[in-house]
């Protein structure tokens, strides 16, 4: 693992090199950049965008200042363990900056009224969670496990035909960002799958309805992929397979939280959003795709 890791940082490196020359050959814009940084002038100028998988909420129950408060940001959010880890893996002696302005509840619509005022051309690096709320992920997990299985249909039944209508916004709200910051390397991720498949004991929703909610969530990440593959250097970071014998009514150490769990009796909001641990393995995906990606404006 430490191998290919070293091999992406180098193949990734060489891809950044050669993209920035390309650009000063098309008389575009020429920037100054050295093989051995990772973005243009060796730091790392870091904006998260997105809704409460990006902001932190369900990472704990803390939350300082008030727009931290509101927006339910956290410390332990998946940008912020990424951060740490970019910065002390690939670029230990440099000075870096990161500002996550992620919001719980965020649409797509919102990202584009609130928070894409943040990236500008400086920008390296963009992640980004977004498209859940805009179909009720939560909201129908939540509907699933206090009702019956028949209330529990009719929520599947209303959200899996808004996930189609996603598509173009999408992709218009990628292209923005790349409009933004033409440099930037820019990673979208999918989102875990809240239900383990199997018993679940006591919880009402059933295994049925779990099998629809997950394949929901399935429908979800491909559509959010394929538009990432057709977007302008976007890179796919699929958490899910992390989330493995992690998640709701598995048996394990779990990853997501439950209705019942002390960060969602404090924060009812909390309930169906990977808590701490989740949020790292979220992080550790997003680090292989930003790894991954080929930086710097080019032909295509």
């Given at each position: 693992?430490?191998?290919?890791r070293?091999?992406?940082?180098?193949?990734?490196?060489?891809r950044?090199f050669?993209?920035?020359?390309?650009?000063?050959?098309?008389?575009?814009v020429?920037?100054?950049?050295?093989?051995?940084?990772?973005?243009?002038?060796?730091?790392l100028?870091?904006?998260?965008?997105?809704?409460?998988?990006?902001?932190?909420?369900?990472?704990?129950s803390?939350?300082?200042?008030?727009?931290n408060?509101?927006c339910?940001?956290n410390?332990?959010?998946?940008?912020?363990?990424?951060f740490?880890k970019?910065?002390?893996?690939?670029?230990?002696?440099?000075?870096?900056?990161?500002?996550?302005?992620?919001?719980?509840?965020?649409?797509?619509?919102?990202?584009?009224?609130?928070?894409?005022?943040?990236?500008?051309?400086?920008?390296?690096?963009?992640?980004?969670?977004?498209?859940?709320?805009d179909?009720?992920?939560?909201?129908?997990?939540?509907?699933?496990?206090?009702?019956?299985?028949?209330?529990?249909?009719?929520?599947?039944n209303?959200?899996?035909?808004?996930?189609?209508?996603?598509?173009?916004?999408?992709?218009d709200?990628?292209?923005?960002?790349?409009e933004?910051?033409?440099?930037?390397?820019?990673?979208?991720?999918?989102?875990?799958?809240?239900?383990?498949?199997?018993?679940?004991?006591a919880?009402?929703?059933?295994?049925?309805?779990?099998?629809?909610?997950?394949?929901?969530?399935e429908?979800?990440?491909?559509l959010?992929?394929?538009?990432?593959?057709?977007?302008?250097?976007?890179?796919?970071?699929?958490?899910?397979?992390?989330?493995?014998?992690?998640?709701?009514?598995?048996?394990?150490?779990l990853?997501?939280?439950?209705?019942?769990?002390?960060?969602?009796?404090l924060?009812?909001?909390?309930?169906?959003?990977p808590?701490?641990?989740?949020?790292?393995?979220?992080?550790?995906?997003?680090?292989?795709?930003?790894?991954?990606?080929?930086?710097g404006?080019?032909?295509n």
């Open positions: 693992m430490a191998g290919d070293s091999r992406n940082k180098r193949r990734f490196k060489l950044l050669a993209g920035l020359a390309a650009v000063g050959l098309s008389g575009v020429v920037f100054t950049a050295n093989a051995e940084d990772s973005t243009i002038d060796g730091t100028d870091y904006v998260a965008l997105g809704d409460s998988y990006s902001s932190g909420h369900g990472a704990s803390t939350y300082t200042g008030t727009v408060t509101t339910k940001r410390d332990l959010a998946y940008p912020n363990e990424f740490a970019y910065v002390a893996t690939q670029q230990p002696s440099k000075s870096s900056s990161m500002f996550n302005r992620a919001c719980t509840g965020a649409k797509i619509q919102d990202v584009i009224d609130d928070q894409l005022g943040s990236v500008t051309g400086s920008v390296e690096m963009v992640t980004i969670t977004i498209g859940g709320n179909v009720h992920f939560a909201d129908v997990a939540r509907t699933c496990v206090l009702n019956g299985s028949a209330v529990c249909t009719q929520a599947l209303e959200a899996s035909p808004q996930i189609s209508t996603l598509r173009q916004p999408l992709t709200l990628l292209a923005q960002i790349r933004r910051a033409l440099v930037a390397n820019i990673v979208i991720s999918g989102y875990p799958k809240i239900f383990a498949t199997g018993s679940c004991g919880l009402s929703i059933s295994e049925d309805n779990r099998d629809r909610m997950r394949g929901l969530q429908t979800m990440n491909d959010i992929r394929e538009v990432a593959e057709a977007s302008d250097r976007v890179q796919y970071a699929d958490p899910d397979d992390l989330f493995n014998g992690h998640r709701v009514c598995d048996t394990g150490d990853w997501i939280n439950q209705v019942s769990d002390a960060i969602a009796q924060d009812t909001g909390a309930a169906y959003h808590n701490a641990n989740g949020h790292a393995a979220m992080a550790d995906a997003v680090f292989e795709a930003a790894l991954g990606a080929t930086t404006p080019q032909a």
